[in-house]
């Protein structure tokens, strides 16, 4: 059955809530897509022959990220990708892809970038895994006490951890710029409120030192995020173990990129510590060359914090 593809318009916002609900367990899916006010051009549907349901869709998402020398560039988001049960095995994903491609060209996108556990949907249109690292462990026994206090984040420190996100990644290369909305709106959704973000403050002034962001995955404690001063990560992963150990958790995993001094900081949470490898990160160049965008994710210290998923 042959299906039309297009792009979406405001009557297919329904739909388009009703089909993400049906693939994904992220209700949040339709708030990042109002993040973008041209969320309409750069959303593609296949729309059935008979015209009365969308049988898939592909969400391009501009965004600004650094690349290997810390320059922002706009970069094509590919997230949001769904396809009804029924209608699989058509190829529809590979046709919005190339019409999601053909609207990032135009709109001078350097390079695309998406991730995924299902790497064999895109390679054939083009995109290329590339390698990421974290590492996991045992969680480790309680540590001394910290010289930073740690507290659970409030809304009120949100101007200060946007400031320290934003100083200790303004050279990194694959990180995203955060708007005002971003802080809202995308990290909120991808964090969350219920298990709430850590903060370490100096203990003279009080002011907010660093930030640290992890989440529980089954028996695992997740650190995803920290910014801020590095002689405070200690304190901060200290204060996620005790968490962890205190919710019954016996592993950890920590995804802040590897350097010497995260390598330092890393026996405050974790114990018989172990790095691995994942290819869940893919791109493809657009106007770009290839060889600059390998250089961007392969950079030493790239990350793409999952606060900023698309």
């Keep these: 059955m042959s299906a039309v593809v297009r792009t979406a318009s405001p009557a297919d916002d329904p739909a388009l809530a009703a089909l993400w609900k049906r693939c994904f367990a992220a209700p949040h899916l339709s708030d990042l897509h109002a993040l973008d006010p041209e969320r309409h051009r750069h959303t593609f549907v296949a729309e059935n022959a008979e015209g009365d349901g969308i049988d898939a869709v592909v969400v391009y998402v501009p965004r600004l990220i650094r690349d290997a020398t810390g320059t922002p560039q706009r970069v094509g988001g590919i997230g949001s990708v769904a396809t009804r049960p029924e209608a699989r095995g058509r190829g529809l994903i590979r046709l919005l892809l190339a019409a999601a491609e053909r609207t990032m060209t135009a709109e001078q996108c350097a390079w695309s970038l998406l991730f995924t556990g299902t790497p064999g949907v895109y390679r054939s249109s083009g995109w ?19 010289a930073f206090p740690v507290r ?8 200060e951890v946007a400031a320290l996100h934003h100083a200790y990644n303004v050279s990194r290369p694959l990180t995203s710029l955060r708007e005002p909305g971003d802080w809202a709106v995308r990290v909120t959704a991808w964090y969350g409120p219920a298990e709430p973000s850590l903060v370490a403050v100096d203990p003279v002034s009080g002011a907010v030192t660093g930030w640290i962001v992890a989440q529980h995955a089954g028996d ?25 150990r205190a919710a019954g958790l016996t592993r950890a995993r920590v995804r802040i990129p590897d350097a010497p001094e995260v390598a330092a900081a890393l026996p405050a949470l974790l114990s018989d510590a172990r790095q691995v490898t994942e290819h869940t990160g893919m791109a493809k160049p657009l106007r770009a060359t290839a060889a600059s965008v390998r250089s961007t994710v392969t950079a030493p210290g790239a990350v793409h914090w999952y606060g900023d998923c698309f």
């Excluded at 659970?152 to 101007?159: C, F, I, L, R, V």
């Design 128 to 146: 290329k895994e590339f390698e990421s690292t974290y590492t996991e462990g045992v969680v480790a026994p309680s540590a001394a006490p910290a």
């Design 152 to 159: 659970g984040a409030t809304p009120e420190d949100t101007g």
């Design 220 to 244: 695992c404690v997740e650190v995803r995020e920290f910014a801020g001063a590095i002689d405070c990560l200690g304190a901060l992963l200290c204060a996620v173990g005790s968490r962890a």
